[in-house]
T-cell receptor, first 112, second 116 residues
């Protein structure tokens, strides 16, 4: 399967700071999603971004598919941004089409 | 946007009980549904893939007789944990995708299973 590595594993910020989360993957993909898992376990879909750049409010993401990485930018962080951020990728090859391979996540803590 | 509903959100039951978890796609036809398991402070691990009308495909190490999966329609998949034991306690999450694999997957809110 595809290996997905996320960095950093932990990130502690003061409210208002900016941050960049990285996701490296080991093979070409046709699906890449960023999720925020809140303290109740809900996976909130932030971006579907197999390539290119997208922005949604204070969040933006860029995927450089040819170099097999994606970046998630959080600007002016708020305490409600705290939680685990997962990157997940999928491919059109292999025995299980459509399945997502998850990274280990980045635990973000934002202090007031 | 697309919505996946998962029920129940939390189950607490005695050892030996069988527990059924439902995953429904509310506004699209889910050709494929996926079941994940997540232990505390860990990532999501795929347990099985179910396609409507066919047998589920289980990941290596997942007991198919312990975790029964049924995908009877394009909007409903169920996971039954049979004769649950404390080691089955975990967070179970389903996801659904449409006809084309290069589309985003949509996730349910998860089920927290606690076996006493």
């Amino acid at each position: 399967g595809i290996q997905v590595e996320q960095s950093p594993p932990d990130l502690i910020l003061q409210e208002g700071a900016n941050s960049t989360l990285r996701c490296n993957f080991s093979d070409s993909v046709n699906n890449l999603q960023w999720f925020h898992q809140n303290p109740w376990g809900q996976l909130i879909n932030l971006f579907y971004i197999p390539s290119g750049t997208k922005q949604n409010g204070r969040l933006s993401a860029t995927t450089v598919a040819t170099e097999r990485y994606s970046l998630l930018y959080i600007s002016s962080s708020q305490t409600t941004d705290s939680g685990v951020y997962f990157c997940a990728v999928g491919t059109d090859r292999g025995s299980t089409l459509g399945r997502l391979y998850f990274g280990r996540g980045t635990q973000l803590t934002v202090w007031p | 946007g697309a919505v996946v509903s998962q029920h129940p959100s939390r189950v607490i039951c005695k050892s030996g009980t069988s527990v059924k978890i439902e995953c429904r796609s509310l506004d699209f036809q889910a050709t494929t549904m996926f079941w994940y398991r997540q232990f505390p402070k860990q990532s999501l691990m795929l347990m099985a893939t179910s396609n409507e009308g066919s047998k589920a495909t289980y990941e290596q190490g997942v007991e198919k007789d312990k975790f029964l999966i049924n995908h009877a329609s394009l909007t409903l998949s169920t996971l039954t944990v049979t004769s649950a034991h404390p080691e089955d306690s975990s967070f179970y999450i389903c996801s659904a995708s449409g006809e084309y694999y290069n589309q985003p997957q949509h996730f349910g809110d998860g089920t927290r299973l606690s076996i006493l």
